[in-house]
């Protein structure tokens, strides 16, 4: 069974890691660091620790720019 921790990250990233908008207009932020604080400040907020986050993914950078990457190369796959 998932923990709170993974179940937070799931849903975060699933509604906040998104590819960058088409012929580069302003969109989603393609910032790592902003995107790693956020998701930082909202767990806390929820009373998730980030050190418990780090036990179910790792890294938390590495794990955002590692969906961010998918994220995009899925898009551009897209509109091939």
């Known amino acids: 069974m998932p923990t709170k921790a993974r179940e937070y990250i799931d849903f975060w990233t699933e509604n906040s890691v998104h590819a960058a908008e088409q012929y580069g207009t302003t969109g989603a932020s393609q910032k790592v660091s902003e995107l790693v ?6 767990a806390k907020e929820q009373g998730i620790a980030q050190n418990d986050m ?3 993914v790792g890294d938390l950078t590495a794990y955002i720019r590692d969906k961010l990457g998918a994220a995009n190369q899925t898009e551009q796959g897209r509109r091939k």
């Open 37 to 42: 604080g956020r998701l930082v400040e909202g």
């Open 54 to 56: 780090e036990k179910e």
